[in-house]
């Protein structure tokens, strides 16, 4: 019995983005630090994220930089104390209530780079000794560093994971919209790309996501009908395991026995728009 290839890990752009929550942030690192060598990422889902990242900077600098000096200035303050605080937060809240409402975003990005550099406010103003004062310049100036260091850290975790050029297919996401009912169009792009590798290479892919709203709600049909294993980071290894005892795609494919209708329709897909042939 010939066993498949397990090639890797097909990130999603969610895992290496923020997010609110600190046991998924610090799942996602751990998953990162134990498996960068075998994790690969779509050229699209890397240009997304950057494209987010890069967004999320440019109407942040902006806040910093302009709305942050004339509201204090509204407030009549020309230098910063520790006893500033009440006065900031209620900056950084109506910030964050007005970006809600003026810029809506399905990404989290904005408001976890917003955090950062909410939090490192509170720090360096708590750290002020009594009676020490610093221009708003100055403060302006220091959150402007920080906010550069904080678009660094974002992007790092890309420049260390192998990148892939996949285009995916029209048909191929079309057929993941109707027959797996993901209507995110960026989330289907990036399973498809998922989809054509692992059947291209012939080697299994696990499709690494945080995002249970719309993908991994839908990981059973992902599975079902296009053989394709979404995960959790806390439980990729466990599949990785999993699918090392498995056929490669290919062959596990063809001897699934009675093909539902779904899965002749992806199968016939396959063929037709990438020349596979996967049904026996």
Known sequence: MSFGQVEGFFVDACVLLPHSSASTRKSC????????????????VK?????LIDQSYTIILHSLSSDLKLFL??????????????????FFA??????KITLPTRSNVRNEIMGEIEDYVASRLHSMK?????????????????????????????????????????????????????????DVEHLSSA???????????????????DILSKQKEMLD???????KPEWASDYYHKMTRLKSPV????????????????????????????LS
């Open 29 to 44: 690192i751990a998953f990162l630090k134990e498996h960068v060598s075998r994790c690969m990422l779509c050229s699209s």
């Open 47 to 51: 240009d997304e994220a950057f494209s």
């Open 73 to 90: 200035q509204k407030e009549g303050i020309q230098e910063l104390t520790n006893r500033n605080g009440t006065i900031l937060a209620d």
């Open 94 to 99: 109506e910030q964050k209530r007005s970006m």
């Open 130 to 186: 009594d009676g020490f004062k610093t221009t708003i310049e100055d403060f302006i100036a220091s959150l402007m560093v920080e906010l550069a260091i904080t678009e660094h850290d974002l992007k790092a975790p890309f420049t260390g994971l192998k990148t892939v050029d996949i285009k995916p297919d029209n048909s191929i996401t079309s057929l993941i919209i109707l027959r797996a009912l993901i209507g995110n169009p960026k």
């Open 195 to 213: 989809l054509i590798f692992q059947f291209r290479e012939n080697k299994w892919v696990i499709f690494v996501t945080i995002d249970e709203t």
């Open 225 to 231: 009908v296009f053989a394709l294993q979404c995960s």
């Open 251 to 278: 062959e596990h494919f063809r001897e699934i026995k009675n093909h539902t209708e779904k899965q002749k329709e992806f199968g016939n897909t396959m063929e037709k728009a990438l020349d596979i042939r996967i």
